[in-house]
């Protein structure tokens, strides 16, 4: 599975169509950040917890976590202390790591991961890197705009970009006649075809049902995509 930004207008399902239906049919260790509302099959832990985390028995087991960070000073300075050091530990440790994890941040531009870490480089440019070094460990990240995140991430902008696929989702214009329109199709495949997105949706770590609807979504936006893939 490979790095996702997933951006556009808010209502228009970047969260409920493509954000929470990744991180509950990943198969692997997830981890979503800043979640102040419950989904099932998550356990809630601190964001500070990760720091209880780094052992490679617990990494390389199952689980979907969900950590939650309060936003008050010394709160949030334990708390990226504590993904500073997981982010070391994973890169330190990164050929031992067999299980596939999944790190998720909706609404990447509420969280500050713009600080420095022993590179020189921000925590989120670490973080998507890990991507570079094992395939099996990848984030997926929403937020309304990407020039958010040009300003807030600047110099690291262009490799943040780089490590990612950007996907644009646009608002369906209103005169569209969407509403006589279930959301519900059945096509016929043929055998060879069904048999390879099937093999291609387990190794994005994802549903076959999912994995069809990205492919979908990507071909209809593909003018609006900044980058395709890596």
């Keep these: 599975m490979i790095n ?13 169509c493509f954000f929470e239906p990744t991180i509950e049919s990943f198969q692997g260790r997830t ?26 028995d617990i990494l390389n087991t199952s689980e979907k976590i969900a950590l939650v960070q309060y936003h008050c000073g010394e709160s949030q300075i334990k708390s990226l202390k504590a993904l500073k050091k997981f982010i ?24 500050d991961l ?17 991507n570079s070094l094992n395939e099996n460990i990848s984030t997926i990240l929403t937020t309304p705009d990407i020039i958010s995140l040009e300003h807030q991430y600047q110099n690291d902008f262009r490799e943040i970009v780089d490590l990612c696929k950007i996907i644009k989702l646009e608002r369906f ?22 048999y390879q997105l099937a093999e291609n949706a387990e190794a994005e770590g994802t549903s076959l049902n999912q994995y069809i609807l990205y ?12 980058k395709g893939g890596k």
């Design 114 to 130: 713009t600080g420095k870490m022993l590179n020189g480089k921000t925590i989120l440019y670490n973080l998507l890197h890990l």
């Design 215 to 226: 492919l979908l979504t990507k071909g209809v936006s593909q003018s609006h995509t900044i």
């Design 4 to 16: 996702k930004i997933i951006y556009g207008e808010n209502d228009i399902g970047k969260t409920s």
């Design 173 to 194: 214009n209103p005169n569209n006649k969407v509403m006589n329109y279930s959301g519900e199709l059945r096509v016929r495949f043929p055998k060879t075809l069904h």
């Design 31 to 56: 981890y979503i950040f800043n979640n102040l509302y419950k989904i099932e099959g998550f356990t809630s832990r601190a964001f500070s917890s990760l720091a209880d985390e780094l052992n490679l």
């Design 88 to 111: 070391e530990f994973i890169d330190n440790n990164i050929k031992e790591i067999k299980t596939p994890i999944l790190f998720g941040f909706d609404n990447i531009h509420k969280q």
